[in-house]
């Protein structure tokens, strides 16, 4: 009851590959690596620093 044999893991797949097709799975994968690049680089850049906000603090002072 634990484990499962190479059969079941073989219905399996074919019910997989029944219900996605076979084109439809490698256009899944590739959506799920699109969302993760995306994540990545929205990652990176929120360590970025923002040179933009930075305010200047001396020219305040001068008016």
Known sequence: MGSFSMWHWLIVLVI????????????????VAKGIKSFKKGMTDDDAPDT????????????
Not at 19 to 29: Q, T, V, W, Y
């Open 16 to 31: 997989v590959l029944l219900l996605f097709g076979r084109g439809k799975i490698p256009e899944l994968m590739g959506d």
């Open 52 to 63: 933009a906000k930075t305010v200047d603090h001396k020219a305040d002072e001068t008016k």
